[in-house]
């Protein structure tokens, strides 16, 4: 839960919300710009770049 909370500060700190998917030993995250349309735009590359800073100070692995 603490990697989840760090995802979601960085998410409001660049003002985007991401889909946070929780399951036992997994989290699964996706994300598009929707004022954009629904496209991935830098924005996107922006946040997925902190999650996995975020992620690999938690020692995760990505799947």
Not at 26 to 41: K, N
């Amino acid at each position: 839960m603490r990697i989840v909370a760090e995802i979601a500060l960085a998410a409001v700190e660049l003002e985007h919300r991401p889909d946070i998917d929780i399951r036992w030993d997994c989290l699964r995250i996706s994300m598009t710009t929707h004022t954009a349309g629904d496209v991935v735009t830098e924005l996107d590359f922006l946040l997925a770049a902190r999650i996995d800073e975020i992620a690999e100070k938690h020692g995760a692995v990505a799947a």
